[in-house]
């Protein structure tokens, strides 16, 4: 199983609707996760981070952190096609100092 | 501005040849990193350095040698370069991420670097 994994999509999301993006991580991830967003060309730029379990809650992003099943997800509300970029999900790596990603899903908000 | 800063944004050059990629952050940051991300997206680190030390040296051909003379700095030479070795190398720094890491720390990134081997 690969650290930290993510649906690579194309998952495609009608403007103003929900997108939901998930990603799964192992036993040797913990502690600390991360949504990234990068835009085609451009360098990852974080969204969230969360270290706790339930919600957690920024503007038209909320992500959420379940421990016991080791799941990882990030929602946007209200979808804009300026949200069409791919998102890199993120962990700790626990044995090390170390930040480890997903492939990372494609999401594409359709007008 | 206050950013991680890398030089030179593009990289083409021919097999066999060496090269280096500049990083500077000017966040006061204790920690950097370089990231190499392939043509699938999948972002990998490679090396990290805490306060000047080697913290992280990934499975990486010893071809890639990473020099930090001061914490603001994190230079990436290459030997050799082969055509597997195109891909977009990103510098990252964190505020921690050390030996000894609480990791609340996310990583800022750099605008990278698109090296281009033929």
């Known amino acids: 199983q690969k650290e930290v994994e993510q649906n690579s999509g194309p998952l495609s999301v009608p403007e103003g609707a929900i997108a939901s993006l998930n990603c799964t991580y192992s036993?040797?991830?913990?502690?600390?996760f991360f949504w990234y967003r990068q835009y085609s060309g451009k360098s990852p730029e974080l969204i969230m981070s969360?270290?706790?379990?339930g919600d957690k809650e920024d503007g038209r992003f909320t992500a959420q952190l379940n421990k016991a099943s080791q799941y990882v997800s990030l929602l946007i509300r209200d979808s804009q096609p300026s949200d069409s970029a791919t998102y890199l999900c993120?962990?700790?790596?626990?044995?090390?100092?170390?930040?480890?990603f997903g492939s990372g899903t494609r999401l594409s908000i359709r007008p | 501005d206050t950013a991680v800063s890398q030089t030179p944004k593009y990289l083409v050059t021919q097999m066999g040849n060496d090269k280096s990629i500049k990083c500077e952050q000017n966040?006061?940051?204790?920690?950097m990193y370089w990231y190499k991300q392939d043509s699938k997206k999948f972002l990998k680190i490679m090396f990290s350095?805490?306060?000047?030390?080697?913290?992280i040296n990934e499975t990486v051909p010893n071809r890639f040698s990473p020099k930090s003379p001061d914490k603001a700095h994190l230079n990436l030479h290459i030997n050799s370069l082969e055509l597997g070795d195109s891909a977009v190398y990103f510098c990252?720094?964190?505020?921690?991420?050390?030996?000894?890491?609480?990791?609340?720390?996310?990583?800022?990134f750099g605008n990278g670097t698109r090296l281009t081997v033929t």
């Open positions: 990252a720094s964190s505020q921690e991420g050390g030996p000894v890491s609480s990791y609340n720390s996310p990583l800022h």
């Open positions: 036993d040797r991830v913990s502690q600390s």
């Open positions: 969360i270290y706790s379990n």
């Open positions: 993120a962990g700790l790596y626990s044995s090390a100092s170390k930040i480890i």
């Open positions: 966040l006061g940051h204790d920690t």
């Open positions: 350095y805490n306060n000047k030390e080697l913290i």
